[in-house]
């Protein structure tokens, strides 16, 4: 069976790393066993989960801030302005992933415009891992600033080079950048045909149609209206930002990778027609056919779930 490509964001590139986090959640030989047939109920339940519980917890902080220590100088930004942008209230994401790589785990700040503003320069930022597990920022990002208003990114390799690529999702253009051995990033937006011009929030990366090349999955939210007004007044003191509800929201781009550096849009072909506020998704194979489907967590409406026919759509 033909290799699973599925790269919801950069957050697949750690999983490795996850799953050792996370293994102290799996029932060992030492912890009880909950019977499915026989449960506590009232207070029976809680004497129960009391007796299981381990006679003695970790004590102290389990997480330490190392902003600062590692080399993160993260200014705030005055907020809010008083001009009640919904995106603002939206701030970027990052992206974890080896850009360089060296073995080491980078990160990438997507930023957006300073509040009251779609235009004003918010350079996103990049941020090297060193051998001491210090981090120190790239000048220009490796090419990679994209000033626009940012939400979130995807990596992937999307030309089977060996390294990693990254796709900005904007209020606006989105930005798709190539990797360039390690060492700088290359804005092919235009000439690969993948802009759009929508709100888009998250996207990730995925081989639907398991030719051997990643494609784009691109969820995108809502129609924003700057001149909408919410609030219980007409004057500042009565004004408030406009809840999700209040914009419609808007169809998903499904990018094919066409193999030679362009794509093409084949949301239409592929059946994906139903617009929606959407936030997150997740592309994995549900269904456990060898084929990647998608899942979209949506703002105030229903998730859905899209499961590949594995005819393209």
Known sequence: MPKVLCWPSSIALCVASVLSLVSGCVRTENTPAVSSVDQPQGKKAAASAEAARPAALPTGALFTDVTLAWGFDLPSQPWPDGQFMTP????????????????????????H???????????????????????????????????????????????????????????????????????RFRQITQDAGIAGDHWSSSAGFLDYDRDGLLDLYVVNFALFDPDKKCGAGDGPAGRDYCGPH????????????????????????????????????????????????????????????????????
């Open 113 to 183: 415009c300073p509040p009251g503003s779609f235009t004003a320069a918010a350079p996103n930022r990049l941020w090297e891992q060193q051998a001491d597990g210090s981090f120190r920022e790239v000048p220009d990002a490796a090419g990679l600033a994209d000033p626009g208003f940012g939400h979130g990114a995807a990596v992937g390799d999307i030309d089977n080079d060996g390294d990693l690529d990254v796709l900005v999702t904007n209020y606006g253009p989105n930005a798709l950048y190539l990797n360039e051995g390690g060492k």
């Open 246 to 313: 209040t914009f419609d929201g808007l169809l998903d781009t499904l990018y094919h990778n066409n193999g030679d550096g362009t794509f093409t849009d084949v949301t239409m072909q592929a059946g994906i027609n139903l617009p929606a506020r959407g936030w997150g998704l997740a592309c994995a194979d549900i269904t456990g056919d060898g084929w990647c489907d998608v899942y979209l967590a949506n703002d105030e409406e229903p998730a859905q779930l899209w499961v590949n026919q594995q005819d393209g759509t």
């Open 88 to 111: 603002e209230i939206t701030p970027g994401g990052v992206a974890v992933f080896d850009y360089n790589n060296d073995g080491r785990l980078d990160i990438y700040q997507v930023c």
